[in-house]
């Protein structure tokens, strides 16, 4: 038995993996496959850091769907990105209120986007507050994704343009200590 899987292991060629066009077709990586139609569809997560080279990335991590493969090159588009648990966890302190929102909305190109904030305000905040600031900010996203493309949305997450602009959306209402993207899906 070890025999015949070992054997297939041995017919199994490498795919270079290349990032998306909105990050620079660089390579991150090489896979597996003993055909290289069978490499399409998989989701290869990394980290963020890997792709832009830039350690401010470093908490975030990326899901990266092959849709094409060819010439022992696999070209992918984005699929997801998302802050790692321990950053998020590391936000929340004690006696301190917390506000997840998660919203769809259809992007300028007709993509449907889903949007996961996290809000930290400074010190507890009461429930009437929190829903007014889920509905600031649902407002926002709704013009800010709307306006934008696909790669513009991402770019917006990654230059923290997306947070700033939420952030001024909100600032009245209650006094934020931090605002992140939680995760981003196409």
């Known amino acids: ?22 990050f620079g077709e660089a390579s991150i990586g090489e896979i597996p ?8 569809g998989r989701i290869i997560q990394v980290n963020m850091s890997w792709v832009t080279h830039r350690p401010e990335h470093s908490f975030l991590s990326v899901g990266l769907r092959i849709t094409e493969a060819k010439n022992n090159a696999a070209h992918t588009e984005l699929e997801y ?6 950053y998020t966890h590391s936000l929340v302190r004690r006696h301190s209120s917390v506000i997840y929102t998660m919203d769809r909305f259809a992007a300028k190109d007709g993509k449907q986007v889903v949007v996961k904030l996290v809000i930290v305000p400074f010190g507890k905040i009461t429930t009437p507050k929190k829903s007014d600031i889920r509905r600031k900010l649902k407002e926002f996203c709704m013009v800010y994704v709307s306006a934008k493309s696909k790669d513009e949305i991402i770019k917006g997450v990654l230059d923290d343009s997306l947070q700033n602009g939420a952030l001024n959306a909100v600032k009245n209402i209650a006094g934020i200590s931090k605002l992140e993207v939680r995760k981003l899906e196409f």
């Open 1 to 22: 038995m070890a025999q015949k899987t070992a054997e297939k292991w041995k017919l199994k060629k490498w795919i270079e993996v290349y990032s998306p066009k909105v």
């Open 33 to 40: 496959a003993d055909e290289e139609e069978k490499a399409i």
């Open 81 to 86: 990105m998302e802050q790692m648990f321990s």
